[in-house]
């Protein structure tokens, strides 16, 4: 269309042309008075050339207002659109300081969210009415916040504005546009926000240890760190999972040698190693013990460091065996993770040492090499090289930091792992920066850091003989009990073995994960399988059951998906009552929620929100009715925006569980 405007303006300004060439022709004739001009044909010609003209100014102005219409619907189509409200009024309210107060540099525009005087408030005139003070201008704050609003653009998320008390800009949203934000959801599905820039980001989580089982210190780790994934990728960044694993060091040198001891055919046979922790137990009692068998264990490490195939062999094995436990734990709560080892960055810890010994970054103190980052007096070095020659996960660490900016240009680090490494990680920033591995202003750099797990004696969590409990047997734990509350239910009188299975498996796996989530991860929390597994509050149990309510609404009333989406395209999504409205608004402010996460990287926000959305749709529920039925059961009035309404929870939900790994089901 842009082309066809462009190709009818060329026309019309040769035509003009012409005309205008021709009139001065004639004038000139006429001035002349020569009689044997044509002037009658020339008067014919011209008469010709205005007709056309106009008839190309006429087909001008309908493309004109064709593209001008265009546009129009293109920009509706683009306000049109799930986005963080809180974000969008951030930049409306800039835009009107801006225009309003062009002298006052500087100014933060802070919009929050509010339930008494409107939905969002923005408190910008205070602080410009005390920088105006400085400036020697005296405006109140509430002048200053009348000017704002008068300077404010056109923003589809406001239905109206006021002024209040001393300066507060009150916001309440616009219930038209709500609901069209709505229906384009049901649509479109559930789409990210816009982002400025798609990150390449590394997730570095888990990390159990080669040999020994994952156990509940693995528990946090794991969980925070594949939400934190999901809630990225979902947002449209590049992922890479990491699991650091620990599968080097001079513990393999025990290992390897009570291999060989109990399985000396391992070469040929695999080893029937059933019990690894066990295995690792009689290593180290050995190890610690036995003299002899403590000196064969670092003549293997040296023969492992120097690759002799055999004990290649060996090690591998033991990483396998370890490999497949983990996987039935990942396998299980659906985690996803690449592994690279300590082992993967052996070369590379090597070429590091030598590049920062080149550069004088390494001082030597009694016999160890070691690198500042900053120096002070609370600072720690790091380790490079040990006193024997070994590295450590410092080096380790470092080398990793190195490869992942340096071959997988990596834009955004995330480290998951408990919060008594915070040292560990500002240490290695420090010294990476210092080496000229790592630019803050070019790299992000997260200590995605938790607290540790308690049990009901509010002491760190642990078996009754005092043991660390062991993963898989809190998630087969998890399994005996979701399956006896759902008996309790006597819902396995109403479903299949298949639903009750699955159903099962939803419950346990959920109920742990959503436990952990819910927390604040800074903070410890007191694991219970009893407070996770109730079905009221704000628990997995209660989340997951109201999904599947809201599921079966509209399949109850005989409405399938395909006429909602079509019923989506033309009917609006109901937001008239005021629970309507309620529950519409908490749905609205979905990315809000995502943009805080994105920031502070806690996963109990987005808990919060969807326990919101429950809530209020409970209470929606309970006011309007969406089916109304006769005395003898039977439908007479659908309420169509209503059950639009409710589909809109259902994604959003499904969406929001999705980022916490919660997996729901069709009955439960």
């Not at 509050?537 to 809201?550: E, H, M, S």
Request: with cysteine.
């Amino acid at each position: 269309m842009a082309l066809d405007v462009h190709r009818y303006n060329l026309r019309a300004d040769a035509v003009e042309a012409e005309i205008k060439f021709l009139v001065q022709e004639i004038k000139k004739l006429q001035n002349g008075n020569d009689s044997d001009s044509p002037s009658d044909g020339v008067s014919a010609e011209l008469a010709e050339l205005l007709l056309q003209n106009t008839k190309l100014k006429h087909r001008l102005a309908i493309l004109k207002r064709a593209c001008e219409a265009q546009e129009s619907k293109i920009k509706s189509s683009k306000e049109i659109k799930m986005q963080s409200i809180q974000e969008e009024l951030v930049r409306t309210f800039t835009k009107a300081v801006e225009a309003a107060f062009p002298d006052v540099p500087d100014v933060g525009v802070p919009v929050v969210p509010s339930s008494k005087f409107g939905d969002y408030q923005c408190n910008a005139a205070m602080q410009l009415s005390q920088l105006l003070k400085a400036q020697g201008i005296k405006m109140s704050p509430h002048e200053v916040a009348k000017k704002i609003v008068e300077h404010m653009g056109q923003n589809p998320w406001i239905g109206k504005v006021d002024v209040a008390g001393a300066g507060f800009i009150n916001v309440t949203l616009n219930k038209t546009h709500g609901s069209k934000v709505l229906a384009l959801l049901l649509q479109t599905g559930v789409q990210p926000p816009s982002l400025e820039k798609k990150l390449r980001v590394v997730v570095d989580f888990s990390s159990p240890n080669i040999a020994k089982e994952m156990h509940v210190g693995h528990l946090r780790s794991t969980i925070i760190g594949e939400s934190i994934c999901r809630l990225l990728e979902f947002l449209g960044h590049d992922l890479l999972r990491i699991n650091h694993v620990g599968d080097w060091g001079t513990q393999f040198g025990m290992l390897i040698a009570h291999l060989q001891d109990m399985f000396p055919n391992y070469l040929t046979q695999s080893p029937p190693i059933g019990d690894l922790q066990a295995f690792y137990k009689e290593s180290k009692r050995r190890f610690d013990e036995d003299p002899d068998f403590k000196q064969r264990a670092y003549n293997c490490v040296v023969k492992l460091q120097n690759m002799d195939p055999d004990y290649n062999r060996a090690w591998q094995l033991i990483c396998d065996v370890s490999r497949r436990e983990f996987h039935k734990v990942y396998d299980r709560l659906d985690i996803t993770l690449i592994e690279r080892g300590e082992s993967f960055y052996q070369k590379r810890m090597e070429r590091l040492v030598k590049e920062l010994e080149s550069k004088g970054f390494l001082e030597e103190e009694e016999g160890r090499k070691l690198m500042w980052g900053t120096r002070s007096q609370d600072n720690i070095p790091f380790t490079i090289v040990k006193s024997d020659g070994g590295f450590t996960y410092d080096t380790s660490d470092l080398a990793a930091i190195k490869q992942r900016i340096e071959e997988e240009n990596a834009e955004w680090l995330i480290y998951v792992t408990d919060a008594g490494q915070a040292t560990h990680f500002q240490v290695l920033w420090a010294c990476a920066e210092r080496a000229g591995i790592l630019n803050p202003s070019q790299v992000r750099v997260d200590h995605v850091g938790f607290g540790v797990v308690l049990g009901e004696d509010k002491k760190k969590f642990k078996t009754r003989s005092g043991e660390t409990v062991r993963l898989v047997d809190l998630l087969n734990e998890g399994l005996k009990r979701a399956l006896d509350k759902l008996k309790e239910k006597e819902r396995d009188k109403v479903l299949t073995p298949e639903e009750l299975k699955a159903a099962q498996e939803s419950v346990a796996y959920g109920c742990i994960k959503y436990a952990d989530l819910s927390h604040n991860r800074a903070h410890e929390y007191v694991f219970s399988f009893d407070k996770m597994l109730e079905d009221k509050g704000n628990t997995a149990v209660y989340l997951l059951y109201a999904l599947t309510r809201i599921r079966s609404i509209a399949r109850l009333a005989g409405v399938t998906p395909d006429q909602l989406s079509a019923a989506a395209v033309n009917t609006p999504v109901s937001l008239d009552h005021d629970k309507e409205w309620k529950l519409g608004k908490v749905l609205l402010r979905f990315h809000d929620v995502l943009a805080v996460i994105t920031k502070d990287l806690c996963l109990h926000h987005l808990c919060e929100y969807v326990y919101e959305i429950a809530t209020a749709f409970t209470e929606f529920y309970d006011n309007c009715y969406c089916v109304e039925k006769d005395s003898a059961g039977e439908i007479k009035k659908l309420h169509m925006g209503r059950l639009l309404l409710c589909e809109a929870v259902a994604v959003i939900l499904e969406c929001s569980f999705h980022i916490l790994g919660l997996k729901p089901v069709q009955r439960m």
